[in-house]
């Protein structure tokens, strides 16, 4: 069993409560827009991190982070990129490894809006976190924590910190 707190947008913005919010976490996963490396290695240094560089992202992020991931958590698949879409409206630059070879959790962040969906045709759970940072139109900043226990998906929780 593994408990994840999960991110995307933040933009460079530091916020002491990531950490807070973080405290029961095995994982830090961050999909992207990232904006700075000290941010990067501040989560690091907290919580193991996975990330995927955003479009906003430059420099060491990229060498550091790729565009997209796919790996196996608690026998699930899970497949991570920063634009990714949502379920029937998918990315064409992940549109046919979608389709070919769904993973069992998608994750995207870019449009700095909340999204949890399942993908019936699919069979696949995608999560958009919204935004944590300031950067964007966005009126309330967005974390999620989840359980991910034998291939199966629990206790999801949104976290909403004030701009």
């Known amino acids: ?13 530091w916020d002491d409560r990531y950490l ?6 095995d994982e830090i996963w961050h999909a992207g827009d ?3 490396m000290e941010l990067a290695m501040r989560l690091q240094e907290f ?3 996975k990330a995927v560089y955003g479009n906003c992202d430059g420099g060491n992020l990229r060498i550091m982070f790729s565009e997209k991931l796919r790996w196996n958590c608690e026998g699930a698949d899970v497949f991570m990129t920063h634009i990714g879409g949502y379920p ?26 909340l999204k949890v969906l399942y993908d019936d045709k699919l069979n ?17 900043r967005t974390l999620i924590r989840f ?7 629990k206790d999801l929780e949104v976290i909403e910190i004030p701009r």
């Open 88 to 113: 029937g409206r998918y990315d064409l630059r992940i549109r046919q490894e979608i389709y070919t070879n769904p993973p069992k959790l998608f994750i995207s962040g870019h449009s700095h809006i």
């Open 1 to 13: 069993m593994k408990r994840i707190g999960l991110l995307s947008d933040t933009h460079a913005h």
């Open 20 to 25: 807070h919010h973080f405290e029961e976490c």
């Open 147 to 153: 359980t991910i226990e034998d291939a199966s998906f």
């Open 34 to 36: 990232i904006g700075s």
């Open 124 to 140: 696949l759970l995608h999560i958009n976190p919204g935004a944590a940072g300031l950067q964007g139109w966005h009126q309330v």
């Open 47 to 49: 919580r193991p991190l």
